[in-house]
């Protein structure tokens, strides 16, 4: 038996994922003010590590 020989064109995989495990809890798009405190908090963090490194002191 040859798995090339079946052609399965009426397959929904859309259907088939939502059948098997549902919908998601949740959406997949992060929202622009989570990612706005995510940019920020690296910032912050850059600015520290530069900071105790001692290449710049606003003192």
Known sequence: ?????????DFDYDE???????????SRDTPLHWQLVAIGLLLLFALVTWMSLGLWMPF
Do not use: A, Q
């Open 16 to 26: 088939f994922v939502e059948r098997e495990f549902g919908t998601p809890l949740r």
């Open 1 to 9: 038996m040859s798995y090339d020989d079946e052609d399965d064109d």
